[in-house]
């Protein structure tokens, strides 16, 4: 049986969905921390058990009968989370082990390392060093930067004309659908061992680019505005984004100044059978959704 993690979040649902096209349900568990979310897999017969990060126990019983079990990281805000979602990944390895899986899988990142500039590198990069002193076979999916979080910068700018941001570099913007189309692939065909090579669209855009496109779909112009970090820190304060949030866009900017999100590989076009959906397909469609 295969196991997913945080079934009732976007991509751990878009993978069980992609698991049904390949396997009976009844192979198929979910771990989630709210089972009545999860009521329509369960109709489905998906097999749905309680599981939460912070009660092992809990991990265990949600991790019985399972050959595979994939662990999509638990999110984190800034550094301040980053022990306490080590330590539930922590548990989950544990309880994976203990539920006598084979072989553990987990949603990494691409920009995985402890020295990023952004908080969630370091987390991921920290857990990628559990699953090797686990000692069980694993396989740690090198996700591109979700191309959901592009759409977040740009919102505002379809409105304004303005696309105010400090200083970047170059982003593989990838979608949710084609990483979770690629990890099921993953997981029925027992794919790729160890650190996987970058699962990444087949481009890398910066904001200049992003800000172009965007300009050529809706047919007017949108500017690219680059600021100071102190600027672009004061101006996201001002309008009342958490600091918290604030220190995690600012680490994204310093991250990707470095080039940690700029590399493409073809394994996931490789995996899906077919090209990733481009960083322009996502703009039409969502800004097709705002005008629409």
Not at 27 to 54: T, Y
Not at 209 to 215: K, P, R
């Amino acid at each position: 049986m295969i196991i997913v993690t945080g079934a009732n979040g976007k991509l751990g649902r878009a993978v069980v969905e992609q698991l049904l096209k390949r396997m009976p349900a009844s192979q198929i568990g979910v771990s989630v921390r709210d089972p009545n979310q999860a009521r329509e897999l369960q109709d489905r017969g998906v097999r749905v058990r309680w599981g939460d990060f912070d009660e092992a126990e809990s991990l265990y019983q949600a991790f019985e009968g399972a050959s595979q079990v994939l662990i999509v990281s638990t999110g984190i805000m800034g550094e301040a989370g980053i022990p306490h979602g080590i330590r539930q990944h922590q548990a989950a390895i544990d309880a994976a082990k203990k539920a006598g899986a084979s072989r553990l899988l987990y949603t990494s990142h691409m920009g995985s390392t402890p020295t990023s500039h952004f908080a969630p590198m370091i987390h991921h990069a920290a857990t990628e060093e559990l699953l090797k002193a686990s000692g069980m076979p694993f396989t740690s999916l090198r996700n591109g930067y979700y191309a959901a979080a592009a759409l977040m910068l740009i919102g505002g700018a379809i409105k304004t004309g303005e696309l105010i941001a400090p200083e970047d570099g170059p982003v593989a913007w990838t979608v949710h659908s084609d990483l979770a189309e690629a990890t099921a692939v993953i997981l029925s065909e027992q794919k790729l061992d160890g650190i996987t090579p970058n699962l990444t669209a087949s481009e890398a855009i910066d904001m200049e680019g992003i800000a172009t496109i965007a300009s050529e779909i809706l047919g007017r112009t949108i500017r690219r505005i680059v600021v100071s970090d102190e600027d672009f820190r004061d101006r996201m304060l001002s309008q009342g984004v958490p600091e918290a949030s604030v220190n995690m866009r600012m680490g994204m900017f310093l991250a990707s100044r470095q080039g940690d999100f700029a590399q493409v590989n073809p394994t996931l076009a490789h995996l899906i059978g077919r090209p990733p959906v481009s960083i322009r397909e996502v703009l039409r469609e969502s800004i097709g959704r705002q005008l629409g």
